[in-house]
Structure formats: C-alpha cells, structure tokens
C-alpha cells in the first residue's frame, strides 16, 4: 500500500512525527484517492491528537491544506492559529506517538488489527507506527520496547 501516496507516520515536519501523513490524507481525501477504509478515520485517531496537539481545528487545517502551500506553510499557519510547542513539548508528543500500542490502552487494538492483516506472528510490529508502516508495505518504524 506505500504506493497511496501517504507517508510513514514517522515522517516528520518541523520536527513533529505524523503532521505530514496527516495532511497526505487530506490531499488525497480531497482528491477522490484515498482508500475507503482511511477515510473512516479522517479528523480522528492519530489525527485528533495532532490537532489537539497543535490546539486547532480539522476542519481549519482541511480548508488551510486545500488553499495551497508547502507542509511548512501549512504547519506554521496552525502554530500561529493554535499554538506553537516547545522543543520539549515536541519531544514528548513524538515519543509519545511513536510508543502507541506498545504496552498501553491501544495494545489490545494493535493486536488485533495486527491479527486482521495477517501479521499477528511478527513480534517486531509493537506499536501502530510499526503496524502502519508494515501494513502499508514499509519496513515496520523502529522498536521502542
């Protein structure tokens, strides 16, 4: 599936894991291309901590993404409408994001999800960063066990 269009979740810009794949799918959302089953999630999950994050709205970020512009531009214009993190902040949602699934109230839905796409015996794929980038094709983001 790498070949959607939609980077790894470890991807980052200006530093911040997951805001780059986020907006992947809002450009592809919006162009009619991405899979029904992501769509399902669109402005929740994954994305709803990040807009949380960078206190702003979806539906501000979807209409800031379809005006146009570098990732930069786009993640600047939620520092200056939201709210801009510190190093540490930064440094803590990444680690944060990076961990989840990994011993923690999602690991029953990773198990699953890994059971569902046929991975259940690949023990390197413990958090859903991993997940996703084997799911996708990807070699699985690195172990944070």
Not at 101 to 117: S, V
């Amino acid at each position: 599936m790498n070949q959607l269009g939609i980077r790894s979740p470890s991807a980052k810009i200006g530093g911040i894991v997951y805001f780059g794949r986020m907006l992947d799918k809002i450009r592809l959302h919006d162009k009619n291309e991405l899979p029904t089953d992501y769509q399902a999630n669109l402005g929740r999950g994954f994305d709803e901590f990040c807009i949380k994050f960078l206190d702003v709205q979806y539906h501000d970020v979807v209409r800031r993404v379809r005006e146009g512009g570098t990732e930069e531009e786009i993640l600047w214009w939620c520092f200056d409408k939201g709210r801009r993190p510190t190093d540490t902040e930064i440094y803590v949602w990444n680690e944060f994001m990076r961990k989840r699934g990994w011993n923690d109230e999602i690991t029953e839905t990773l198990n699953r999800r890994k059971k569902e796409a046929g991975l259940a015996g690949r023990s390197e794929i413990d958090t859903m960063f991993a997940f996703i980038d084997a799911d996708e094709g990807r070699s699985p983001s690195a172990s944070y066990s």
